[in-house]
Structures are given as structure tokens and as C-alpha cells.
């Protein structure tokens, strides 16, 4: 309380907020009247007051802060739209690739495949003719 006390007077921007203090310092025995409860009220008010745009400042601040993170996740989110395009053309090009195979594969099968049946007729064109 007396540290309160201490920092409230050496806080020179509320001149009546200090002078309110002393008074109720000096007349602390004595009965309070309606001038020191209106003092008092003042006094509860200004502190709300000094608290409220304390918050306020703090909230601005915090506000700030989620700016720049937000501007951080949106430069994160702009590489990860980078790197999916990129990805997109790999895929693009092993999409590529694989019908090239498989079409080379399938020419190539139908090619042993008339090949392997050439050899098949000659040989059995071979086994007929030394058989006769």
C-alpha cells in the first residue's frame, strides 16, 4: 500500500490525483465527510481511468504483434503455393513419363509378341518338314 503511495506521488502528470492523496493522508484519524468520499470517488475514477487506457495500450500492442505473425503465416502460405506449383509440374511430368512407358511397353509386348509367334510358326514349319 505504501509502495502504491510512493509510486502515485512521484507520478508528476496527476496533480489532483497527488494532492488528493496527501490530504487523505494527513486526515486519516479524522471522520471522513462527503468532500472526502467525493475525493475518494475521484480518486477510484482516475486510477479506473490510468487502468482502462492501460489495457488499451497493452491491446494495441498485442494487436500489433498478431499483425506481424499474421504477415509471417501469409509469406509461410506464399512459399507453400510455390512449392505445390512446383510439385503440380513434377506430377505433370511423371504423368508424362509413365504413358510414354506404358505405351513403349505395350508396342514393345505386341512386338516380342509377333516375334515370339514368328519363331513359333518356324520352328513348327521346321518340325513339319523334317517329320515328312
Not at 477510484?44 to 500489433?64: C, E, H, T
Not at 499483425?67 to 505433370?92: H, Q, S, T, Y
Request: glycine share 4%.
Amino acid at each position: 500500500m505504501e509502495a502504491d503511495n510512493e509510486s502515485e506521488n512521484s507520478n508528476p502528470l496527476n496533480e489532483i490525483e497527488q494532492h488528493l492523496i496527501n490530504d487523505l493522508q494527513d486526515q486519516w484519524k479524522e471522520p471522513a465527510t462527503r468532500g472526502d468520499l467525493r475525493n475518494h470517488a475521484v480518486r477510484m475514477d482516475s486510477r479506473f481511468n490510468k487502468l482502462g487506457s492501460q489495457m488499451d495500450a497493452k491491446f494495441v500492442a498485442v494487436d500489433a504483434k498478431f499483425g506481424k505473425i499474421d504477415a509471417r503465416f501469409d509469406k509461410v502460405d506464399a512459399r507453400f503455393d510455390k512449392m505445390d506449383a512446383r510439385l503440380d509440374k513434377i506430377e505433370g511430368r511423371f504423368d508424362g513419363l509413365r504413358s510414354d512407358m506404358q505405351a513403349m511397353i505395350h508396342r514393345n509386348v505386341w512386338a516380342s509378341a509377333a516375334a515370339i509367334m514368328t519363331l513359333n510358326l518356324a520352328v513348327l514349319g521346321l518340325v513339319v518338314s523334317i517329320l515328312k
